[in-house]
């Protein structure tokens, strides 16, 4: 088999329309049901009414049917008589009213003199609390129009003008077929090189919401012959496919080929990032996608392109999400050749939108899980400087947005204990976290992008923690520190490398494989100091230079085996079933602008660190020290 190239890098825009102008999929995709199982589906046609409502005219009270003409002088001075069957007859809501008669007196109007005559002390109007034929609907009337999306009160408008069936869109059926020998399905006992196959649920759950009918089918190896058996079966079933993997140019990439073979490719590869290399064509008359493994690739095509055909085929009118003007807290830097997504943080800051940029990585699903909105980086720029205002495409409600406690600065597990807690005691309230380390933290604290920053920065002059360093870089902003927790910091080692590993200067001796954090974090500083006290050159560490943002990641690093060890968190070791060899504790503090001690999620956030409940979850976390926890430190010029 030969390797694929790329046939195009066109645009997103001009992908779907070369996609709609190859497939006919509009002359197939409507049916007809019965009306009482109409909702949420859409009207393939107009409907107009087969029959009037009413179609008689009908009593609209309790009362009599009357001839308005009898009535006329009747008043308080000058009662009239009527008289059962001559002047009037019985009639209830809703009934009938004979053509001989033009209005109803309601029974509270009327002063019954024997059971067959009553007085009256006001005159009756011609038409009066009758509903006249067709007063609701009338006969041929429209009542929904065509591309409409039922609702409970439109199924009852169609029932009662005469409509019992109706000509809707069809819920497209679409087949998701995933491939790769190396994934698995969930729940499998994994061996090393499974991957846990995940992709095609999310897919069937887009496509439930948009309105269509998924078919997942088992996986299929990368074998050529498999998929196109799979393929096959799929065009016959289902009203479009959509293959997972193998749309890249790898040797076991074979989705182009197979596609090819049993029908047309109208394109391969689309000018966006992340999501290049996907596949558009059609078997059996039916629209085919190929869509890139990674998860966020995927969901990118997804939501912009593949949601576009099912909207289509739906006839589902395209609704644009919510965009909002935002500053940006990081540069983004882009290329020329891409209309690219960049996943976003995003919270009010002083009353300013401050959306922060997180990883990029088209592998990253937590990426998506932790966005709040994507920043559209358009093909023909190279992207935005630090500050400048964008729009951003929301994927929360801004009130959710506003409502967030904005948290940027260094990692800790506890930090998103604290953020479930305050969202379970007040489900108003929400915590969005970025990590960036420390020094970050205090950067985005100088840039007014976040409500508060966790640090722990030691100050290598005096060995103190935090104070130094908010003295040297927010000097005048009035800057003050809740104490959260004292913790330990050490080495991590599996078990099995513990005998080698008593003090740094072991790591050196013994040349032990090691994972750092990332530049600016206080681990990394910590670090760097502790070397320069045991005169150790950074390029004698075997993996200086490899970076970890969090500290959860340099125990996974560890406890896979990839390196033999790293500095981190006593916690972190514990969760990983690490050993762990202290070395020095420190002080992890939230640093926060004065003025935002008063904000309601603030106050939630000291609520939530002070209570037992946490208390109780550091404890059996292990390694923090809280006997401080929740105390204030101001800034010095304010208690002077």
């Known amino acids: 088999m030969n390797r694929n190239v790329y046939l195009s890098n066109i645009t997103l825009e001009e992908a779907i329309e070369r996609f709609r102008e190859n497939i006919n999929y509009t002359e197939k995709n409507s049916e007809k049901i019965n ?42 001075k000058n009662r009239i008589i009527l008289n059962e069957n001559i002047d009037f007859i019985h009639v209830d809501t809703g009934d009938p009213i004979p053509k001989e008669f033009d209005s109803v007196i309601m029974i509270e109007d009327l002063i019954k003199v024997d059971e067959t005559k ?28 065509s591309k409409h999306k039922i609702r409970p009160i439109d199924m009852g408008a169609l029932l009662t003008g005469g409509i019992n069936e109706l000509e809707v869109y069809k819920k497209i059926s679409i087949g998701i077929i995933p491939t790769g020998t190396e994934i698995v399905e969930p729940g499998s006992k994994l061996k090393v090189g499974d991957i846990i196959e995940f992709n095609s649920r999310v897919f069937a759950s887009q496509i439930k919401q948009w309105g269509g009918v998924a078919t997942r089918y088992n996986i299929v190896e990368d074998n050529y012959e498999k998929i196109k058996e799979a393929v096959v079966k799929a065009s016959q079933e289902c009203d479009m496919i959509l293959i997972n993997a193998g ?35 059609k078997v059996n008359d039916k629209p085919v996608i190929g869509i890139p493994g990674y998860p966020v ?42 209309h690219e997504f960049v996943r976003v943080k995003l919270g009010y800051v002083n009353e300013k939108l401050v959306a922060t940029p997180l990883s990029r990585g088209a592998g990253q699903t937590m990426s998506l899980v932790n966005a709040d909105g994507v920043l559209h980086v358009p093909q023909n720029i190279e992207g935005f400087e630090e500050r400048e205002e964008v729009q951003v495409e929301l994927l929360k409600s801004e009130e959710e947005i506003k409502n967030t406690l904005v948290c940027i600065g260094s990692h800790d597990p506890i930090i998103d204990i604290i953020g479930e807690l305050m969202h379970a005691d007040n489900d108003r309230c929400f915590l969005s976290s970025a990590h960036v380390g420390s020094f ?24 103190n923690y935090n104070n130094a360093y908010i003295e040297k ?48 974090s206080g681990t990394r500083i910590l670090f ?39 500095l981190g968190i006593y916690s972190a070791a514990k969760t990983m079933n690490l050993e762990f060899i202290p070395l020095t504790h420190e002080c992890y503090d939230i640093a926060i602008p004065l003025e935002f001690l008063e904000l309601p999620f603030v106050k939630e956030f000291i609520k939530v660190i002070t209570s037992d409940e946490f208390k109780r979850k550091l404890k059996d976390l292990g390694g923090y020290d809280y006997k401080h926890i929740g105390e204030i430190i101001y800034p010095q010029e304010v208690i002077e």
């Open 35 to 76: 009306t009482i199982d109409s909702l949420d589906r859409i009207t393939h046609v107009p409907i107009f009414a087969e029959m009037s409502s009413p179609f008689y005219n009908s009593s609209a009270m309790d009362g009599v049917a009357t001839i308005s003409e009898k009535t006329y002088g009747a008043s308080e």
């Open 118 to 145: 009553f007085q009256i002390y006001k005159s009756a109007v011609p038409w009066q609390n009758i509903r006249p034929l067709g007063e609701d609907i009338v006969e041929s009337q429209l009542i929904l129009s």
């Open 247 to 281: 749309s890249s140019a790898g040797r076991e990439d074979f989705t182009v080929d197979v596609i090819k073979e049993l029908g047309e490719v109208f394109l391969h590869g689309v000018a966006i990032k992340p999501g290049k290399p996907v596949i558009l064509g």
């Open 297 to 338: 690739s995927a969901y990118f095509i997804m939501e912009n392109l593949v949601k576009k055909i099912v909207e289509d085929f739906c006839g589902i009118a395209t609704v644009n999400k919510k965009s909002l003007k935002a500053t940006l807290a990081r540069r983004v830097m882009s290329s020329l050749k891409y």
């Open 440 to 463: 970050g933290g205090i950067m985005a604290l100088k840039n007014y992008e976040t409500h508060i920053a966790p640090i722990h920065l030691l100050d290598e002059t005096t060995g």
């Open 473 to 520: 870089y927010l000097k005048g902003k009035n800057i003050a520190l809740i104490k959260l927790v004292d913790r330990v910091q050490g080495i991590m080692v599996r078990k099995e490398n513990k005998a080698k590993v008593n003090q740094l200067s072991d790591i050196v001796d013994n040349k032990l494989k090691f994972v750092n954090r990332q530049r600016g």
């Open 528 to 566: 760097d100091y502790k070397l320069k006290e045991l005169n150790i050159n950074p390029r004698n560490i075997n993996g200086y230079e490899r970076e970890e943002f969090t500290h959860l990641a340099v125990a996974a690093a560890i406890a896979n085996g990839d390196v033999e060890c790293g």
